[in-house]
T-cell receptor, first 114, second 115 residues
Framework: DGGITQSPKYLFRKEGQNVTLSCEQN?????MYWYRQDPGQGLRLIYY???????QKGDIAEGYSVSREKKESFPLTVTSAQKNPTAFYLC?????????????FGPGTRLTVL | KNEVEQSPQNLTAQEGEFITINCSYS?????LHWLQQHPGGGIVSLFM???GKKKHGRLIATINIQEKHSSLHITASHPRDSAVYIC?????????????????FGQGTILTVHP
């Protein structure tokens, strides 16, 4: 079945460590997105990528980095520079041809920094 | 003021009741999405609409572009409908003619349906 996988579902890290969250899709979508969700707030865009080897900062990119070496994969690294990394992280993808294409979301990774 | 506002923030209902969740936005959009998030965290897209009304089973979504307002209705609500419902709007094409599909999200409405 086609879809988006994120792993792991729960992740614990010590303060000061970098951590990489995985996102893989087999939907043949060109665009991929990373969002952060905090309690009581709407999802906020961290980074997005329209095409392989290209990505753009979203609204809250500071302290994060991404790569897009393959169409299927868009890993997110939470660096030690991110001041409040504990959050729920959602990856999404979308077909870019045409205007009215939905975004499909992965199951999310809950990151807790101790 | 947030660009996307949902009301109510919390909603409790008895099984069988008709439910309405509202979404107002203040920016130009190319489409509006209604999403459902269950306690496990994964998000499912319910509707994407740019005009009029859509229906899927017991769910109905409407949008009024002139008033910048959308509603999500659930008829004959059931405890399994308990979830967070999120409204998100997609920005129009940018000046370069491309659309990266940016979504701006509301804070979500927490719906609890009791048996």
């Amino acid at each position: 079945d086609g879809g988006i996988t994120q792993s792991p579902k729960y992740l614990f890290r010590k303060e000061g460590q970098n951590v990489t969250l995985s996102c893989e899709q087999n939907l043949n979508h060109d665009a991929m997105y990373w969002y952060r969700q905090d309690p009581g707030q709407g999802l906020r865009l961290i980074y997005y990528s329209q095409i392989v080897n290209d990505f753009q900062k979203g609204d809250i990119a500071e302290g994060y980095s991404v790569s897009r070496e393959k169409k299927e994969s868009f890993p997110l690294t939470v660096t030690s520079a991110q001041k409040n990394p504990t959050a729920f992280y959602l990856c999404a993808s979308r077909k870019t041809s045409g205007d009215y294409n939905e975004q499909f979301f992965g199951p999310g990774t809950r990151l807790t920094v101790l | 003021k947030n660009e996307v506002e949902q009301s109510p923030q919390n909603l409790t209902a008895q099984e069988g009741e008709f439910i309405t969740i509202n979404c107002s936005y203040s920016v130009g959009i190319s489409a509006l999405h209604w999403l459902q998030q269950h306690p496990g965290g994964g998000i499912v897209s319910l509707f994407m609409l740019s005009s009029g009304k859509k229906k899927h089973g017991r769910l109905i979504a409407t949008i009024n572009i002139q008033e910048k307002h959308s509603s999500l209705h659930i008829t004959a609500s059931h405890p399994r409908d308990s979830a967070v419902y999120i409204c998100a709007v997609r920005s129009p094409r940018d000046a370069g003619g491309t659309s990266y599909g940016k979504l701006t999200f509301g804070q979500g409405t927490i719906l609890t349906v009791h048996p």
